[in-house]
């Protein structure tokens, strides 16, 4: 048995004792004692108020035919897991899988279900606010957005306005100055920057301002609506522009090459996708299952008059409707809450044959794997950031020569780090939450032709923000 | 050999796409995993391939495609004299070498003379060599014996000329200079059209000069317009400018209508830079705007820049399309 203690044990973990007990009851647990030779236990500190976890999984693993392998993975949520009720839960995740309701069969985690819920969420996310009684941004750890913080924001403009400046002085600054910012939420952010904009414009008097072009995007038009009225002051350099934060181009390829800075603030950390296990020389696929643990399906059935044998299928049913499939909206969102509450993930490994054959989400090649994984732990479980590695490469062809793109968000920068903490997915309120892999999006920004950067965000102290950044390679 | 140019003669500017599969090879050998000798072999079979693809598409002036080329630096860099090469500083084949210079160079020819005579082995079509012109090389290798940019281009001016003299006896009738730094440095061509002058010095072939705005990664690395290279470039001892006009528009073809260049035009008429194939029709009104400024005898016909990010198949179906946009021009003279 190998055992993995996946951070850094402090007073709250309990993680020595734990350790003692993880051992006692691996002894008195009925499972197959010739696993135990191949046994590997992780222990996490899961990070997140809620997350997709049980106190105590089992992980499987199939190889690349199907059948099973006798590589079995058991995680412990140190924050879940109590002493007394670890034994009989070990116990219980070894002897069988879980039960509960099914939301879906095994697949890839960037298919899952949980996007679903994740879209409702945004659709919908003031009615989820009516209901739970607080802003969104509330649930953040600092309890308010790192992408409003006005020094971080008036330094952004700063280094912009430096840009601007180089290029005049090269006579190489275009006539009109486009700028994206990409999942622009109430427009807060956007409003600032503007404000601190066209400030320093009075002040140097170099007159960019009137030929600014904002472009606020965001994935639906009631969205944009709410972030029009924040940046109302600034609306003749102002449009609104309704996009897939996964393909701006496909929306925008009439400015390929023109712009100047596109900006993202906790949108990839938001974004589907995957995660892949390098183990014993081997890489395995994660793939996932969402459930809703039997008693929290029977409590929720019953709180709600459905039928329990129904439950599944009218979750499918309310992710295409929403709120209102409830005639009482209030009643829609409840249930919605519920649901997402218990909502769980069971995971196992496939085994890939070899990275050349493993179906690599789009834009994604071994080589990028290969080079990532190089200087990585030999055992390790990282992101492929799916929706983040999408993101990044439909939106760097926009880009002018001279222009970069900024992203604050909560980045793993180097693969050590997958072995030093639990890294997602969890639960934001309504919303789905991952760290994002940025040793990889350095690989795949490379080969784009883009050198990718790092800096911390030490605007607020103990943030585990990141500012991505990029460079034109040479 | 087939040296009767039609009007209008198509050609390409260089590279022609570099399959993903040559492009893992490539770096395998960097990995020492595959030898040299395999490269090499691996090398001439992309070659030939590349040829047989420009002529199938009915290119008139074919190159080897510079498919052994890492990049329009390091092939260079690494058979200057004198120059030093960190073999270690490279992971992927498409990036630079580390390489600098730390003493006067020597003067030695480059030895590229064999893939001349590998290109005209295997066609019977009229040839275009191409070689980056000193301002490109100076600006990638580090310099730490010489003044100046100025002084140490210079040198790597007179090091090509020689190559260039070897080319011509070998039989090479057209060469092109590959420049692409011109336009993020406007303010070198103070000394870097001296430095191409020396190159090129002597030489008795057509010379041509390939300026765009860069496509590495098949990106742009600057955007502007060619107005800065006028006056200065009148100066170039050239017979052909090679531009590129497909992506960026022909706004700074009336540049050629405004200081009426003693040159030749290569007009870009391909956007390497996007995979949407151009239609024949789309070529031919590009090569009509051309037409009223430059008469079609100093008129020639290419992509803007090289193909080498393109997948195959595109860049094939875009030439194709070049050459029948072409051909209803020239049946409209």
């Known amino acids: 048995m190998i055992l993995h203690v996946n951070f850094l044990p402090g007073e709250r973990a309990g993680a020595a004792a734990l350790v003692g007990e993880v051992v006692a009851a691996l002894e008195s647990a009925p499972a197959d004692r010739r696993m135990l030779a ?4 992780h222990l996490d500190w899961i990070q997140y108020r809620q997350s997709f976890r049980e106190a105590v999984a089992v992980r499987r693993a199939v190889d690349c035919r199907g ?23 070990l116990a219980a995740a070894l002897e069988r899988e879980p039960g509960g309701v099914a939301l879906e069969s095994f697949g890839p985690l960037r298919a899952s279900v949980i996007w679903g819920f994740n879209t409702l969420f945004w659709q919908h996310v003031a009615a989820w606010e009516a209901v739970s009684g607080r802003p969104f941004e509330h649930v953040l750890p600092s309890g ?7 020094q971080a924001i008036a330094d952004a403009v700063a280094d912009f306005w430096t840009l601007l400046r180089d290029l005049e002085m090269r006579n190489q600054l275009p006539p009109e100055i486009f700028v994206l910012e990409i999942g622009v939420g109430t427009g807060a952010r956007a409003a600032q920057w503007l404000d601190r904009f066209r400030e320093l414009d009075a002040e140097r008097g170099r007159g960019f301002y009137p030929r600014l072009r904002f472009l ?23 449009s609104f522009i309704a996009l897939d934060a996964l393909n701006p181009f496909k929306t925008l390829a009439f400015l390929r090459y023109k712009l100047l800075h596109i900006h993202l603030t906790n949108v990839y950390d938001n974004l589907p996708t995957d995660e892949m296990v390098r183990k014993d020389g081997r890489f395995f696929a994660v793939e996932t299952r969402a459930y809703l643990p039997a008693a929290l399906a029977a409590a929720i059935a019953e709180e709600f008059e459905l039928p329990a044998e129904e439950l599944a299928r009218t979750i499918g049913k309310f992710l295409g409707v929403g709120p209102d499939y409830f005639p009482d909206r209030r009643r829609g969102v409840e249930f919605w809450q519920a649901v997402w509450r218990a909502v769980r993930l069971e995971e196992r490994l496939v085994e890939l044959e070899d990275l050349a054959a493993a179906r690599l989400p789009s834009g994604l090649d071994p080589a990028h794997i290969e080079e990532c994984v190089r200087a990585a732990p030999a055992e390790v479980r990282f992101h492929l950031s799916t929706g983040a590695v999408e993101s990044f490469l439909n939106t760097v062809p926009l880009l002018h020569p001279r222009g970069f793109l900024q992203v604050q968000d909560i980045f793993v920068t180097d693969m050590d780090e997958y072995r030093q903490g639990f890294r997602g997915p969890g639960k934001l309120d309504g919303s789905v939450v991952n760290w994002i892999n940025g040793a990889l999006l350095r690989e795949v920004g490379a080969r784009a032709g883009y050198d990718v950067h790092f800096a911390p965000f030490h605007y607020r102290p103990d943030s585990r923000t990141k500012i991505l950044y990029t460079t034109q390679r040479d | 050999m087939t040296n009767q140019r039609p009007l209008l003669p198509t050609a390409v500017v260089g590279s022609y796409a570099m399959p993903g599969w040559l492009e893992r090879l490539k770096t395998d050998y960097f990995l020492r995993r595959i030898s040299r000798h395999d490269l090499d072999e691996i090398h001439d079979t992309a070659v030939k391939a590349a040829i047989k693809d420009q002529e199938a598409a009915g290119i008139d002036i074919v190159t080897d495609g510079e498919l052994r080329r890492d990049n329009l630096i390091d092939y260079f860099a690494l058979r200057l004299p004198g120059v030093e090469i960190d073999h270690g500083s490279k992971k992927f084949y498409y990036d630079f070498f580390d390489s600098v210079i730390r003493g006067k160079m020597p003067m030695a020819t480059l030895g590229l003379v064999e893939d001349f005579r590998f290109l005209r082995r295997y066609t019977d079509r009229a040839t275009k060599f191409t070689v980056t012109g000193p301002h490109s090389l100076v600006k990638r290798i580090r310099n730490e014996h010489y003044k100046d940019e100025a002084e140490f281009a210079l040198d790597v001016a007179r090091a090509l000329n020689l190559e260039l003299r070897e080319l011509v006896k070998a039989g090479a009738t057209y060469l092109q200079v590959d420049e692409p730094y011109y336009s993020g440095f406007p303010e070198d061509l103070t ?6 002058n020396v190159m090129v010095d002597g030489v008795e072939a057509k010379i ?10 098949g990106k742009p690395s600057w955007e502007g317009s060619y107005r800065y290279l006028f006056p200065a470039i009148l100066e170039a001892k050239l017979d052909q400018l090679t531009l590129e006009f497909a992506r960026r528009g022909v706004e700074d073809l009336g540049l050629f209508r405004e200081f009426e260049p003693p040159f030749e035009l290569g007009l870009g008429v391909i ?11 789309m070529v031919g009104e590009r090569i009509r705007r051309a037409l009223d400024v430059v008469p079609a005898e100093r008129l020639y016909i290419n992509p803007d820049c090289g193909l080498l990010h393109l997948p195959g198949e595109v860049a094939f179906q875009k030439l194709a399309a070049m050459v029948e946009g072409t051909k209803i021009v020239r049946g409209e003279l």
Request: contains cysteine; proline residues 6%.
């Open chain 2, 271 to 281: 956007d390497v830079k996007s995979h949407t194939v151009e239609t024949p029709a």
């Open chain 2, 208 to 217: 041509g000069l390939h300026v765009c705005y860069g496509n590495r990664y």
């Open chain 1, 67 to 89: 059948a099973a392998m006798p590589l079995v993975e058991l995680a412990i949520d140190v924050r879940q897991a109590t002493r007394a009720g670890l034994a009989p839960a």
């Open chain 1, 38 to 41: 191949r046994l590997r236990v």
């Open chain 2, 191 to 196: 000394w870097s059209i001296p430095a191409l």
């Open chain 1, 216 to 238: 606020l995007s965001d994935y639906s038009s009631r969205i944009l609506d709410r972030a029009a009225q924040a940046v109302r002051g600034h609306r003749e350099v102002s």
């Open chain 1, 144 to 150: 308010r957005s790192d992408a409003n913080h006005p």
